[in-house]
């Protein structure tokens, strides 16, 4: 299973950006996805995560009220909605499917991970 992760890109501080992850085969449909992301210089971190169906999801104190992940039942992409970007949230934006059909705020619960697509906010 391979992951392309898409949406990146340079906006200003305020504005938004929707990433989208899609798994190659439709193993993700039963299994949790999530968003990690790394800032230069930087470890990466935790974003948000949903379990397999949508129905359960985790955010970064960070973001929470600014982003929004969903994933419908059944399909293999989940998206990042990120509204009121600021500075902090320039970094390279993994996406990443669960061992499992679970949501999970710890990296080592996803065994397949994408390449990672840029997001810069200037302020």
């Known amino acids: 299973v391979q992951l392309q992760a898409s949406g990146g890109g340079l906006v200003q501080a305020g504005d938004s950006l929707k990433l989208s992850c899609t798994a190659s085969?439709?193993?993700?449909?039963?299994?949790?996805m999530a968003w990690f992301r790394q800032a230069p210089g930087k470890e990466r971190e935790f974003v948000s995560s949903?379990?397999?169906?949508?129905?359960?999801?985790y955010y970064a104190d960070s973001v929470k009220g600014r982003f929004s992940i969903s994933k419908r039942k059944g399909a293999s992409t989940a998206y990042l909605q990120m509204d009121n970007l600021k500075s902090e949230d320039t970094a390279v934006y993994f996406c990443?499917?669960?061992?499992?059909?679970?949501?999970?705020?710890?990296?080592?619960?996803?065994?397949?991970w994408g390449q990672g697509t840029l997001v810069t906010v200037s302020s």
């Open positions: 990443a499917v669960a061992r499992g059909a679970w949501a999970s705020t710890q990296a080592s619960a996803f065994q397949i």
């Open positions: 085969r439709r193993t993700a449909s039963n299994n949790g």
């Open positions: 949903v379990n397999w169906d949508g129905g359960t999801t």
